[in-house]
């Protein structure tokens, strides 16, 4: 037993060590009208290593929160001047976004109830005054662990396990919304699509690994020559771009540049050395669905398969 009880210690130690060391990241701010109880609060936050933001209520927390959209954590009390706390709630809930931060209401013991309250209006959590400086840390160290790990998960979800760009559902989510936010505003914005050229060869040939080393190093081009776009793998070979803010021309130039830089890096696997080269297709429109501009580029792309591959058409 003695041994079971000191081994986890040692973990909780290293567990512990390890949140020392990026904590000094994570802001969390404390709303509560009593100065002692913020100071209270700020003092073990510190001991930490946390961020620490203060609001005396909660307008003043709704006004940090804009300074500071960064706040991870919100620890607020329940009876304060202005706004309670489950208004408080209420209102970051429906002013910021729910991922990425948590909410852990105080409440005095007498007043047990407070606490199912509090999660009812939208807290992920409580803490019942007084608490052991035990429990504070545990309830905000397990808060916090709870949105990284849903963050981690959604990056999971959107992102292409082999290259880590979007996977073809964030891209679609994403293309959405900045192509219709360049339609209202009138943007020029242009679509992209980017096949590999003859890639089944380059399998057959090297092998699935290589092939699998070849998306890889196209994926890090595209980081460093479209970092400004939305670009994504949306199919095994295939590729596609948002370009907001270039008209066709400066987006053929873009797409080029990229094929350029693709041709001109010679991959080396097995002692043998090759180039690959894309194929893409590019359109230009003020209006028009994203299917509808995903079409017709992929329409260019087909014509510059047909004239003969290593060319961008638009
Ligand atoms: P084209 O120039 O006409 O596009 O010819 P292609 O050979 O590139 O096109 P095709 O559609 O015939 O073949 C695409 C190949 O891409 C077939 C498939 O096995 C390979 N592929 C798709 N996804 C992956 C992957 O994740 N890794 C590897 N290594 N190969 C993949
Ligand atoms: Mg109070
Ligand atoms: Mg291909
Ligand atoms: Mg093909
Ligand atoms: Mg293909």
Request: charged share 30%; proline share 2%.
């Amino acid at each position: 037993y003695v041994v079971k009880e000191s081994r986890h210690a040692y973990h909780y130690a290293l567990k512990l060590a390890r949140r020392l060391k990026t904590n000094h990241r994570i802001k969390v701010m404390v709303v509560d009208d009593s100065k002692m109880s913020r100071n209270h609060i700020r003092n073990l936050l510190e001991r930490h290593l946390y961020r620490v933001i203060e609001a005396q209520d909660g307008l003043e927390a709704i006004e940090q929160m804009g300074i500071h959209p960064d706040v991870r954590l919100v620890i607020t009390d329940f009876e304060m001047p202005n706004m309670d706390g489950f208004k408080l709630v209420n209102e970051i809930r429906s002013k910021f976004d729910k991922r990425g931060l948590a909410i852990i209401g105080l409440s005095s013991v007498e007043s047990g109830i407070l606490s199912a309250q509090f999660i009812k209006h939208g807290a992920n959590d409580f803490l019942n005054k007084p608490f052991y400086p035990e429990e504070f840390y545990c309830r905000i160290s397990q808060n916090l662990e709870a949105i990284e790990l849903i963050e981690e998960i959604e990056d999971a979800a959107n992102r292409d396990y082999l290259t880590g760009l979007y996977n073809r559902r964030a891209f679609f989510e994403r293309a959405e919304a900045l192509i219709s936010k360049a339609q209202k505003k009138q943007v020029p914005t242009s679509f992209c699509i980017i096949d590999l050229d003859n890639f089944k060869l380059i399998n057959d040939e090297y092998g699935h690994a290589c092939g699998d080393e070849v998306l890889k190093r196209f994926a890090r081009l595209f980081d460093k020559h479209c970092e400004k776009f939305l670009y994504a793998r949306i199919g095994g070979e295939e590729f596609a771009m948002v370009m907001v803010g270039l008209d066709n021309d400066k987006a053929l130039t873009l797409v080029n540049g990229l094929r350029q830089a693709l041709v001109a890096q010679a991959i080396e696997w097995d002692g043998k050395q090759f180039h690959v080269s894309f194929s893409g297709g590019v359109i230009t429109d003020s209006e028009g669905s994203v299917d509808h501009l995903y079409n017709r580029a992929d329409e260019m792309l087909y014509r510059a398969k047909e004239a003969g591959r290593n060319m961008v058409f638009g």
